[in-house]
């Protein structure tokens, strides 16, 4: 199973918006609406942003949303504030209960 | 509050085994899969394997790159899982995180611990 395709870098300044793509194939991303995205600071474990492509957990605010369309999700972050400088990962069910994350895409608040 | 913390990383050798282990609490152990992640220094996250919840049946899935020479495991009595890693490589060297297992996301993770494979 080869990791997911992201930019490698991404940036914009406070209160601009960013967008991150992951590109799978129809195995994983296109076939199932099973996408979650992680942030994850230096030094940090990873922290659940998005899932079920859409979906927020409780305590992530709403300047983070998902969606996708046929083999590639994305992740937008409205609104970039100096905290949301991170990297985030993407990962989607690769059916027969296996996963795959994404290569990672670095953001920068300039 | 959820928790979970790893224990067990280190050096070993190429070739050699370690286990680590992942203390869950805060939470229902049993009703959740579980799963393990890892991440070489400098890079990005890879996901290892997971297990099931079933304690009749556990089921457990792979990566293609640890597939027969790791095995994940838990223990309901004592809210713990487990990975047996063998025939390590220098390849496997990276931070081992545990993390829970929510609606195909994993919700909750550990803080990691180190393996590291050299001579």
């Known amino acids: 199973q080869s990791a997911l395709t992201q930019p490698p870098s991404a940036s914009g300044s406070p209160g601009q918006s960013v967008t991150i793509s992951c590109t799978g194939t129809?195995?994983?991303?296109?076939?199932?609406?099973?996408v979650s995205w992680y942030q994850q600071h230096p030094g940090k474990a990873p922290r659940l942003m998005i899932y079920?492509?859409?979906k927020r957990p409780s305590g992530v605010p709403d300047r983070f949303s998902g969606s996708k369309s046929g083999n590639t999700a994305s992740l937008t972050v409205s609104g970039l504030q100096a905290e949301d400088e991170a990297d985030y990962y993407c990962?989607?069910?690769?059916?027969?209960?296996?996963?795959?994350f994404g290569t990672g895409t670095k953001v920068t608040v300039l | 509050e959820v928790q979970l913390v790893e224990s067990g990383g280190g050096l070993v050798q190429p070739g050699g085994s370690l286990r680590l282990s992942c203390a869950a609490s805060?939470?229902?152990?049993?009703?959740?899969?579980m799963d393990w992640v890892r991440q070489a220094p400098g890079k990005g996250l890879e996901w290892i394997g997971r297990?099931?919840?079933?304690?009749?049946?556990?089921?457990?899935n792979y990566a293609a790159s640890v597939k027969g020479r790791f095995t994940i495991s838990r223990n309901e009595s004592q809210n713990s899982l487990y990975l047996h890693m063998s025939s390590l490589k220098t390849e496997d060297t990276a931070v081992y995180y545990c993390?829970?297992?929510?609606?195909?996301?994993?919700?909750?993770w550990g803080q990691g611990t180190l393996v590291t494979v050299s001579s």
């Open positions: 993390a829970r297992d929510w609606r195909t996301a994993l919700d909750y």
């Open positions: 805060g939470f229902t152990f049993s009703a959740h899969y």
């Open positions: 297990i099931t919840n079933n304690p009749n049946s556990y089921t457990t």
């Open positions: 129809s195995s994983d991303v296109g076939g199932y609406n099973y």
């Open positions: 079920e492509v859409t």
């Open positions: 990962n989607s069910y690769a059916g027969s209960n296996n996963f795959v």
